[in-house]
């Protein structure tokens, strides 16, 4: 069973940063892609960057530029650097891999609890 918690969410100001971190823990045999995604107050949940095994990103148009994802392979990490907060950031922000323990023949999606980030002065 392979289980993801997030941590670092908070209170910030805006122009601030926080930095979110998601680890991995369980069985893993190996993790294909890892996400954030983040819902805010009445709307959908929404992709905000991603991170393939091969190093490749995405980013959603509204973070370009202010948030950088990075993962640690060896560790079974994911972080989210959030620079230039602003008040429509506010949200819950969740972690999700695509995973692979030893005991599964194929990967299968895994998310994590979230962690609220809220941007206010």
């Known amino acids: 069973q392979v289980q993801l918690v997030e941590s670092g969410g908070g209170l910030v100001q805006p122009g601030g940063s926080v930095r979110l971190s998601c680890a991995a823990s369980?069985?893993?045999?190996?993790?294909?892609?890892m996400s954030w995604y983040r819902q805010a107050p009445g709307k959908q949940r929404e992709l905000v960057a991603r991170m393939t095994s091969g190093r490749s990103t995405n980013y959603a148009d509204s973070v370009k530029g202010r948030f950088t994802i990075s993962r640690d392979y060896a560790k079974n990490t994911v972080d989210l650097q959030m620079n230039s907060l602003k008040p429509e950031d506010t949200a819950v922000y969740y972690c999700?891999?695509?995973?692979?323990?030893?005991?599964?023949?194929?990967?299968?999606?895994?998310w994590g609890q979230g962690t609220l980030v809220t941007v206010s002065s």
């Open positions: 369980g069985s893993i045999f190996s993790i294909n892609v």
């Open positions: 999700n891999a695509d995973v692979r323990s030893r005991w599964d023949s194929e990967y299968y999606e895994v």
